[in-house]
């Protein structure tokens, strides 16, 4: 043999050493930080060991807590399962259907609008955990023809979640000191569904791919998440161009197609505003246009469905007694569709809808330390009808003191007796009212005269997006 | 097109395998394959950037031929002349002609940089109310291809060099995907004959390429695109009260945001480049280990550095007025302010122009002018300085006095950032007087608790153990030791280590931060 050609060999095995180390600790990485039990691995590990399947249910998170199969299947004796995942995009479940298509007798495909899953660029990290758990179970031509789909999406090749791709613990991980439990329930055996209740707190498993929480969300926090954080961008050309795929798909085999959007609390379908009418106008139009039923749960009028505060968990999603109240209200609307072929009756217009909310959905609350003192400024979601008066207190050590009493004034400004911590908080409700308060949030501000921060205090959730440099 | 996205290794991808494919092939036209990579990656950025390199590539290759014919045409005339009044009388004609092209050169291609740049802020400065724009963004590389062009339009015209004649070969040196995005402003002299080389793929070289790619995005990635959260939430919003000692922090990390963006940014173009053999011109040299600020900008952004001295700094110094002013200098104040004053002066204007370059905002400016007067201070004051060290027995050329320097010049390039990253002008004033005199060191935490929650807080961690490695790497650097020469000859799985290290790191970093922008981008 050469030195050249030894030298050739030598590079060639260094390429394949150094790669094949980088490859190891890619997947040692994931397997330590992807959380045992993902729900997307219960979704895909449940529903191979399902035998016949007539009713299949996709979306995001919003549609994984809002749909209880076990309530549609007791009224229409069907076979369902709901194959929805958190942060599942619009070209995954089009990936999804077709799979389920292929394997089983698919009569009925309810998918979830999660209007956020249509934006540009939000989810962290498309087709990360819920492609991996699927490929588990495929053929590598199954993955090949996967991919292929979801790759024709321009934007999202240009973008850094391509990449991240191969690095999923980037989407979902558990923190730092679950890490040796979650290789512990990998290494022994653990059942995914086990292990998924163990890594969510508080998430319970029951069946058909539906698990969810009890929780009621606190409407009084001193944080709070919304759509407003999050912003609110137009919707993507090609997430819609999935959706019509999903369409076209069901027309193609002759699947009965129902979109279905579910609830979110009153305040966050408040802060969506203008956009919610436009969403809406585009998206019904789309479903309506491939033939299938668009029901909109948060536009429903009160004789279906009656949004309660007690029926979420969060933000935006839905706990188990909203999720048991909306099967019900679904079953019954789809039964009354096939019955007359029309339910446009029963829902009404989104200004329709935020004007009858007679309630203060949520309480803000934001200070600015400035020379004068601590200035405080509220505000709340609530119907268009409604006009709020706010209260103001400050907790200086012992315990709250009105400092500005019931008025339809949003601001205060408190000046402090001295520098140090201070609690600050807003009470809200109707004008007229006489309850102490509808809602209420507070956090706390350090003073100090002289030197107060210029920055107000904003609820700012993890995770937002922070801006580039000055240039 | 983000270099940290699929689309873009694909096309790294297929374009080196067709450079190299060509070049075994016919082993010859691989600058083609550059050529066609660059303008397919201005295709991807937005076709409209075409229209304005197009009219700087034509206009400057012209130029630059135009001065080539003029200077043929003088040394016929000249050889044809009988007198020498009457060679110098040709000489002075087609000089007159080539003063003329240069002039219209750089009207037209500064003309075109300084609307596309300046015309909303200047506007605004005029009418505050307007609402009138340009209604131009700013095309792809425009500030570092204009330079590129100048420079080669300027050296053709003192003949340091012949003119290149193919077109296509003098849009690949213009245009050459790498550089586009944040520089290095490269030279025709030192880039061109590489760029129309043919090569093949050498694994020692793709290797190092690939080192320093992984080294910029750590640096990009895992403490610039998070640190940048703390900047922004410290800055964004500031008061009148705002503690000096969250001013402080806010710059100190700044500081390393910058760096680490822009020096990040480049070591990635300058590994793209090298993974087609290209060597392009370094833009940073360990900048905060830097003596003294006039070293420090021989060490940060070194080819716009050069670029100024070259263009700016030495065309001034040398015109007659200013030499004659130094003499009179000389006659009258001495030596050193005869030599140093016109220099001074010099300084001044080509600061003036750096942070004009970065903007005409009224920060730059003054970000540009405080470095200007800060060296030329410097300069001035150097047989003080020379007296006090005698007279306090400093040994100049001790380790101690090499610290100081370090930690002075740190000091010096900090409060440059503060007119650098503070934009507006009021809240400027409140940090430098909250640093000075509210400076609470109390009230730190409870301000970065406002910006910093738990989650960027474990980011921050990371940026933290990036910001290590990068420090440890460039002492090693600073002590002249070929870090990534030494790499590359480590065994394949201390190397493999390595890689998977980097990869980790940055892949977490996407936890925390977006994959923003880079600074310099479209500048």
């Keep these: 043999m050469t030195a050249t050609a030894r030298k050739t060999i030598h590079s060639i095995l260094g390429i394949v050493v150094a790669l094949a180390i980088v490859i190891v600790s890619v997947n040692a990485a994931a397997f330590a930080l992807c959380p045992a039990g993902s729900k997307s691995e219960v979704v895909w590990t449940e529903y191979r060991n399902q035998e016949s399947l007539d009713t299949i249910v996709l979306g995001t998170s919003l549609m994984a807590r809002s749909l209880d199969p076990e309530v549609v299947d007791n009224h229409f004796a069907t076979h369902s399962f709901n194959m929805s995942t958190p942060s599942q995009s619009v070209s995954e479940s089009y990936v999804a259907l077709r799979e389920v298509l292929d394997n089983h007798d698919i009569k009925h495909v309810v998918y979830g609008i999660d209007f956020s899953a249509l934006w540009p660029e939000y989810w962290g990290n498309v087709a990360s955990v819920f492609m991996a758990e699927k490929w588990k179970g495929d053929a590598p031509w199954q993955r090949f023809e996967d991919m292929s789909y979801i790759l024709t999406d321009y934007e999202w090749m240009l973008g850094a979640t391509s990449i991240n791709w191969a690095f999923p613990w980037v989407q979902q991980r558990v923190g730092p000191g679950e890490v040796a439990d979650n290789v512990r329930m990998k290494l022994d055996g653990t059942p995914v569904t086990k292990a998924a209740e163990y890594v969510e707190d508080g998430w319970i498993y029951h069946g058909q791919g539906y698990g969810n929480y009890n929780a009621v969300f606190d409407y009084n926090a001193d944080h709070h998440k919304s759509y407003r954080h999050l912003g609110m961008s137009p919707l993507k050309e090609e997430n819609l161009n999935y959706l019509a795929d999903i369409c076209d798909l069901c027309n193609q085999r002759g699947v009965e197609f129902v979109a279905m959007v579910p609830p979110v609390p009153d305040f966050t379908l408040i802060t969506m505003k203008d956009h919610y009418a436009e969403y809406t106008r585009q998206v019904k139009e789309l479903v309506e246009s491939h033939g299938g039923l668009y029901l909109d749960f948060n536009l429903a009028k009160p004789d279906v469905f009656e949004s309660r505060e007690s029926y979420f968990q969060d933000f935006e999603h839905m706990n188990y007694e909203g999720a048991a109240v909306l099967s019900d209200a679904f079953v019954e609307l789809v039964k009354e569709y096939e019955s007359t072929g029309d339910v446009s009756a029963h829902f009404m217009s989104y200004d329709e809808r935020i004007a009858g909310i007679d309630h203060i959905a949520i309480a803000d609350l934001t200070d600015k330390v400035t020379e004068s003192g601590i200035e405080l400024h509220a505000s709340c979601a609530t119907g268009t009808n409604v006009i709020p008066e706010y209260q103001f207190l400050v907790d200086s050590g012992s315990g709250y003191e009105v400092v500005q009493d019931y008025s339809t004034s949003d601001s205060c400004l408190y000046v402090p007796p001295a520098n140090g911590e201070y609690k600050v908080r807003v009470n809200i409700r109707k004008q007229g009212s006489d309850v102490e308060f509808e809602k209420h949030t507070q956090h706390s501000v350090a003073y100090a005269a002289g030197s107060p921060h210029g920055k107000p205090h904003e609820n700012r959730p993890h995770g937002e997006p922070g801006q580039s440099g000055n240039r | ?523």
């Design chain 2, 1 to 523: 097109m983000q270099f940290y996205s699929l689309a873009f290794v694909l096309f790294m991808v297929v374009a080196l395998v067709a450079y190299y494919g060509i070049g075994r092939l016919f082993g010859k036209g691989q600058w083609v394959v550059l050529l066609a990579a660059s303008l397919a990656f201005y295709a991807f950025c937005g076709w409209q950037n075409f229209v304005f390199v197009g009219v700087t590539s034509v206009s400057t290759w012209i130029g630059a031929l135009a001065f080539a014919h003029f200077d043929g045409q003088s040394k016929e005339a000249r050889s044809q002349a009988e007198s020498r009044d009457e060679k110098k009388a040709i000489k002075r004609r087609f000089v007159r002609k080539k003063r003329l092209v240069l002039l219209a050169m750089l009207v037209l291609n500064f003309g075109i940089l300084s609307y596309i740049k300046y015309a909303d802020v200047l506007v605004r400065y005029v009418m505050p109310d307007t609402t009138w724009t340009a209604g131009i963004l700013l095309p792809l590389g425009i500030s570092f291809y204009t330079f590129q062009s100048i420079s080669y339009v300027v050296d053709t015209y003192n003949g340091k060099y012949a003119p290149e004649r193919n077109f296509a070969k003098y849009l690949l040196f213009i245009s050459f995907f790498p550089q586009v995005i944040q520089g290095p402003i490269n030279r025709f002299d030192a880039l061109a004959e590489q760029l129309y080389a043919t090569r093949s793929f050498d694994v020692r070289n793709a290797r190092r390429a690939l080192l320093q790619i992984g080294y910029g995005a750590l640096k990009k990635y895992v403490i610039a695109d998070i640190v940048v959260w703390v900047v922004d939430g410290i800055f964004d919003n500031v008061g009148p009260g705002i503690p000096g000692s969250a001013v402080v922090v806010g710059i100190l990390l700044y500081a390393i945001y910058q760096y680490a963006d822009f020096s990040g940014g480049i070591d990635m173009v300058l590994g793209f480049a090298r993974l087609f053999g290209v060597q392009m011109a370094d833009n940073f040299r360990q900048p905060y280990f830097s003596v003294s600020l006039a070293d420090f900008w021989r060490r940060w952004h070194i080819t716009l550095g050069a670029w100024m001295r070259d263009y700016v700094f030495y065309p001034f110094a040398l015109l007659p007025a200013v030499q004659r002013w130094g003499k009179w200098l000389t006659r009258r104040c001495g030596k050193h302010i005869g030599r140093t004053l016109p220099a001074c002066v010099a300084n001044i204007l080509v600061f003036f122009l750096v942070g004009l370059w970065h903007g005409a905002e009224s920060h730059f400016i003054l970000w540009g002018l405080y470095n200007g007067l800060v060296i030329a201070a410097s300069d001035l004051l150097t047989p003080l300085w020379d007296k006090m060290n005698k007279a306090l027995h400093v040994n100049v050329e001790g380790k101690a006095h090499h610290v100081f320097c370090i930690v002075r010049t740190f000091i010096i390039v900090n409060i440059g950032w503060y007119f650098d990253r503070i934009v507006d002008p009021n809240a400027l004033s409140i940090c430098f007087r909250n640093t000075v005199f509210n400076f609470h060191p109390e009230l730190l935490m409870p301000a970065l608790g406002r910006v910093v929650d738990s989650h960027l807080a474990m980011g921050l961690m990371l940026a933290a153990i990036g910001t290590v490695f990068v420090f440890i790497i460039s002492v090693l650097k600073e002590r002249g030791i070929d870090v990534a020469g030494a790499i590359v000859d480590w065994p394949a799985p201390a190397r493999g280590l390595l890689y998977a290290v980097v990869v980790l790191m940055v892949a977490s970093s996407f936890m925390f931060g977006m994959g923003s922008g880079f600074m310099y981008a479209n500048f």
